[in-house]
């Protein structure tokens, strides 16, 4: 398994859907592109497990991401 600092933002974004589980993950794929879906899926059906340390780090990436974008968004 790949260290969340090497993978894709396609990876990574399946890694998170994997993390959150299938009510979460699949209230957000319903919003998105069938492309897009397809991409996820690809990289979620690659996916074996995620460490917790992995998991962490992961969602920790992510809650930066989220307050740097809501920030943008108020600037």
Known sequence: MKSIFDMSGTEKAAALLTVLGPQISGDIIKHLDETSVE???VEMIKMKSLP???REDLIGEFMIELRKSSAASYG
Do not use: I
Request: charged share 50%.
């Open 39 to 41: 991409k996820l899926t």
């Open 52 to 54: 917790d340390v992995e």
